[in-house]
């Protein structure tokens, strides 16, 4: 079955979206349909070797914007590409799908159209990052900005599940972000989010604080989509800035030729662990559904990557899965 | 005039106190009060060649713990090292103070003992990061984990009087931390202290993302103590990260010895710029007084570090000008 591209999301569309559709049916052989202004995209094949027996356009007549609220995407926009993926998602028409759009509205039609697995309030935004061991799972990534205690002990319980389930880590390490480590730090929320967590069969290894968070010593991180934006978005700076600063380093240096060589291959690979443009796109978890969103930044590269990972989820049943797993907790989530 | 050192703060104390005092006095040739437990002090200098003419210990019997409530700490430790500090401050009798201690304990005692500059709630924590061209100054680095929208905006005209006092930056670029650089992202707080910005006469850019700290487009990121906390923490993560990764390949690899030792040295020098352990300390700015905040995880070299920080700061007149020069922005602030 065929995923389905939000070909109008993004920062530069439809071209990101049909460029990176074609490079995944060219090189992971998938089927795609292409949701959006049908002559934009049309226009934009044209320009393009592609085959078209595994691409379909799905013509709409209406595009989220990046700035438009929330509230005026579901009510005012029944054609919206962003809304006609999870249509056609929900009526079996496509197996998952991607959006490198207003992740916002993406969240909101999602829970509209999709609905939640039972006891999630709302789906949030899993973002692997590496560890010196193995990796790390941030829940939430961005989703949601404001989240109650309850919402926080539900991201730790998707994000158990995805990891036990997804990646046979057996009984992953829990930890809370916070501002210290002790008991009883960080706000109201973060104390509150503790006791429900201390209070779980989940393995709740405690609070953690950034600096530990790529040791190895945790699975998860749980922390509302505020911070957890904020925690990626640094992350991947700091790399940037430290691969740029090793470029100026190797520059001025005397060391040779192949040395620097090597530097620059070795640095390119620790930035493409951790840069949303190469890294492309992660699952939304807690919905009836395999929806992948994209930075908004994605090149097509990061599309690509982001279809593979739509088809993954499909291929795992990766929703069907989550809302089947997820029986046993229902009731220490409500 | 001497610095205030708060004896009985951090994880390793009195030793790392001590330590870095006596490596102050001896590099710097500042002279210390050593407040907190005589003979533990005693037992600490006895160990070390130290030039006692420039050391006093000033002997207290109670100490703030790093788990203690701030009330706690308020009300029933009126003869704590960190209380005593702030009140040879306040006397007149050091021109300044430095603790790892309880961070929460410190801004509240502070508030206590010393006052706020006119039109101030709360000290937030000032940190340095490097950026591509200069600095990037992040106030609140982790003082108040949850403030108002009025209180960022407190924290934006602190760093913009910092900046352009001290660091003799005209007209520092302001920029909002927030999960996307559109007007209206964010929560409610981050909205209204958009607004307040935008009508200021500060040099606002607007909303900045993480990925825009160390490019060199910003002078001030303004965010509450939490996010800060949480930015600053997961980029010395990263840094950690990073030189730990290279230093794997540098082992792994056919680079030769010499490109290694440059390399590694290259690398101590980027971790540094980030490394609380190292960079040690911050002021705390909007406070009456100028006290330096170390990380309880500072080692000698940071407590020494934060020690000629403080003295900078006196010698400055850091709390001396604030307060004036807060002056045409008082009526902004209420």
Not at 105 to 125: E, S, T
Not at 163 to 175: A, D, N, T, V
Not at 262 to 291: D, I, M, V
Request: with cysteine; aromatic share 6%; charged share 20%.
């Amino acid at each position: 079955m065929a995923i389905a591209i939000d070909a109008m999301g993004g920062d530069v569309f439809p071209r990101n979206p049909v460029l990176g559709a074609v490079k995944a049916v060219r090189e992971k052989g998938l089927d795609v349909l292409l949701v959006g202004d049908e002559s934009a995209i049309k226009k934009e094949l044209d320009r393009c070797d592609y085959e078209a027996a595994r691409i379909e356009i799905v013509p709409t007549t209406q595009v989220v914007s990046m700035e438009e609220s929330v509230a005026a995407a579901l009510r005012t926009k029944k054609d919206s590409s962003l809304r006609v993926c999870f249509e056609l998602h929900r009526q079996g028409l496509a197996e998952g799908l991607v959006s490198a759009g207003n992740s916002g509205a993406m969240l909101a039609l999602g829970r509209y159209v999709m609905k939640m697995v039972p006891g999630i309030d709302r789906p949030c935004i899993s973002a692997i990052l590496p560890s010196l061991q193995g990796k790390v799972l941030l829940v939430d990534a961005g989703a949601n900005t404001d989240c109650s205690a309850q919402q926080l002990f539900q991201f730790a319980v998707l994000g158990h599940l995805y990891l036990s389930e997804f990646y046979e880590i057996s009984s992953p390490r829990i930890g809370l972000l916070n501002v210290g480590t002790e008991e009883g730090k960080g706000d109201e929320r973060r104390r509150k989010a503790y006791e429900l967590l201390k209070a779980s069969p989940l393995n709740f290894v405690g609070n953690i604080e950034g600096e530990n968070l790529f040791q190895g010593r945790i699975d998860v991180v749980v922390t509302d989509g505020f911070a957890g934006n904020i925690l990626l978005k640094s992350v991947q700076a700091a790399a940037q800035y430290m691969v740029t600063i090793f470029e100026r380093e190797v520059r001025n240096s005397l060391v040779s030729q192949l040395g620097a060589l090597w530097l620059r291959s070795s640095l390119l690979k620790l930035r493409k662990q951790t840069h949303y443009a190469e890294f492309g796109g992660a699952p939304l978890l807690g919905l009836k559904g395999n929806a992948i969103v994209c930075h908004g930044k994605s090149n097509p590269d990061a599309i690509a990557f982001g279809i593979g990972l739509a088809h993954w989820a499909a291929q795992a049943k990766l929703a069907e899965r989550m809302n089947r797993m997820i029986d046993p907790y229902v009731k220490l989530l409500i």
